[in-house]
Each structure stands twice: as C-alpha cells, then as structure tokens.
C-alpha cells in the first residue's frame, strides 16, 4: 500500500472511531463500564496522530505498529485484544499480500484475539464480528468489499440476542441480551470505514 | 531484594493505593511492592506502559507476582507481560485471586523467602478455602 493512501486511510478510521465515541460509550453503558467509546477515541486517536511515522513503514510493520499503539493506548481490556489483533496481522501478513493471504492471516489474528480474551466466537465478543467477516474473506475476491461491509454490520446487530459469556457484560448474565455488544459495533465500525476507503 | 515482589493492579488508582497500603501494614519493607490504577487519561481502567513501570519498581530477581481486580486488568496484565524482556517474562506470575486477600496472603508468603510459585499458589488456595 502506498504510503500516503495508509496515512489517509488510518485518519479515515480514526475519525469513524472518534465520530462513534458516544455510540460506543452509550451501548457499553448499558452492558459494561461505560468506556469504551473513550477508549477506542484516545487510542485510534493516536494512532492518527503518529500516522506519518507508520505509514513510512512496509505495511507488516506499519500493522505491528498499530497493534503496540493501541496496547499502550486503549486501556481497558479492548486494547489488548485490539492490539493483539493488529500485532498478529503485522506478524503473518507478507509485504504484498493477496486476498488469500489477507484471509489467512485474518484467521491468525482471530486466533490469537480467541487466545487472548479466552474467548470464541458466540459470546458476544468483537470475534462475533472478526469471524463471519474472515469467512467472507475467504469467499474470493467478487464484490469482496461491500459483502465484508454488510457482513460486518449484521454480524454486530447479530450480537444482541446473544447471552454475554465474557467481560463486565458476563456480570449482567440474561440481563445482557438485548443489547448489541460494543466490542462487536467498534469493530464493525473500524471493518467498515477500511472498506469504504479502499472502495473509493 | 531476594523476596519475590508483588505487583497491585486495580481499575482504581485509589484501590491500588489502599491495597499498598494493607500490604505495607503487613509486611513493611520485606517485600518489594508496586501499585498503578486507572488509564493514561488518570480515569478508571489499567494501562499496560503503567503494569509495566510497575513490574520494574517491585523487580526482584526472585520474580513478580500480579495481583488483579476485574478482567481488563488481567488482560492488560498478561499483555505487559508478553512485552517484557524475555529474560524477565518468565519470572512474572498473574494470580487467579482477589486483589485485597490475595496481596496480602502474597506478601505474607513472599516475606517469608518463598519462591514464586509457591507465592502464586498460596494466594490462589485462599482464594478457593
């Protein structure tokens, strides 16, 4: 990827992130602690701020750089499992990837996010967004990006009848249906502002 | 300091304190302690560079034991971990206990010259009694 198209496209994802702070802050509120749209502001708003920096490098690292951004950022337990996703990404993906390398290394990264969170998919967690987004990655390259888009976003409203197994939600135990899972949202959110982007 | 050194880890920066402070009370200076609360913005939450500076305050070469609260700060605390030298990583026990009962069932173990995993399990079989 060009270096100037990275730069732009993690401002893009930043400002999508930053413009649904209180979405996500609202739909953790009813569910959790009530930060993660803060959360998911302050680190993706320094990634942005540290754009130039990452976007010079080849895209693994620029990717690794990400993931360690986020880590020391994020706070709470998103950022660890944002990071981890990004930071695997950074690890497998080769230099040029191809569409097929890019699902593989989805895969990885949804492992290690699993590994990470002690968690699978079902328990209304991002990976119930990372999942059935990798599976359309895997379905080849026609019209791969606006299916990825709308996967994504039914994926996250699919979270909402689910039951939360994990996290501060899982306190709430049958309380927590009904509510749609704010990890899944930012996902799909961040998912969908990179389609959009390399749609354009 | 040859006793193992115990790291408090809370969303509460306040918490983290009085936790200290409890561990203090109990075993003075015996034990190398460390606390953090909250993220980088000084809210509730944990913040991995803060783990981290705090796992090197409490460093002792008989290793680290973590004491957590609520599940972000076990994530983030298994997340410093990983990024500690390799040297070192493997000297860093997280604890599957409550944060009041475990520190101090921990700093009474570690004042005593226990190593580390004998640190960890005890902390952790309170925790079940």
Not at chain 1, 78 to 102: H, N, Q, R, V, W
Not at chain 1, 165 to 178: W, Y
Not at chain 2, 114 to 120: N, P
Request: aromatic share 2%.
């Amino acid at each position: 990827m060009e270096q100037q198209t990275l730069k732009a496209l993690l401002r893009v994802v930043a400002q999508t992130v930053v413009a649904h702070a209180e979405e996500l802050t609202a739909l953790d509120q009813a569910i959790g602690d009530g930060d993660h749209g803060l959360n998911m502001k302050r680190g993706f708003e320094r990634v942005a701020e540290l754009a130039d920096g990452i976007s010079q490098q080849p895209l693994p690292q620029a990717l690794t750089e990400i993931g360690k951004t986020l880590v020391m950022t994020v706070g709470g337990a998103s950022g660890p499992l944002y990071g981890t996703f990004f930071m695997t990404l950074g690890k497998e993906l080769p230099l040029d990837p191809t569409l097929a390398d890019i699902s593989a290394t989805f895969n990885a990264a949804i492992a290690a996010v699993e590994r990470r969170g002690k968690s699978s998919p079902g328990q209304k967690t991002l990976l119930d967004v990372l999942v059935p987004v990798q599976e359309e990655l895997s379905a080849g390259t026609a019209n791969v990006l606006e299916r990825v888009k709308r996967r994504a976003a039914s994926a996250a409203d699919a979270t909402i009848p689910m039951l939360a197994v994990r996290g501060r939600a899982s306190f709430l135990g049958e309380r927590s249906i009904g509510h749609m899972d704010p990890g899944a949202r930012s996902s799909a959110l961040v998912i969908s502002a990179v389609c959009d982007f390399l749609g354009d | 300091m040859s006793n193992v050194g115990i790291v408090i880890v809370s969303h509460s920066a306040k918490i983290a304190e009085g936790v200290a402070d409890m561990v203090h009370q109990m075993v003075g200076n015996a034990v190398p302690v460390a606390y953090t609360g909250g993220n980088a913005d000084g809210g509730l939450g944990t913040d991995v560079g803060a783990i981290i500076n705090a796992i090197d305050r409490a460093w002792s070469d008989a290793g680290v034991v973590i004491l957590v609260d609520l599940g972000g700060a076990e994530t983030n605390s298994e997340m410093a971990i990983e990024m500690l030298e390799a040297d070192r990583r493997n000297k860093v026990l997280l604890c599957d206990a409550p944060l009041v009962e475990g520190s101090i069932i921990a700093a009474a173990e570690a004042s005593g010259g226990a190593v580390i995993e004998q640190v960890k399990s005890m902390a952790e079989e309170m925790h079940r009694q």
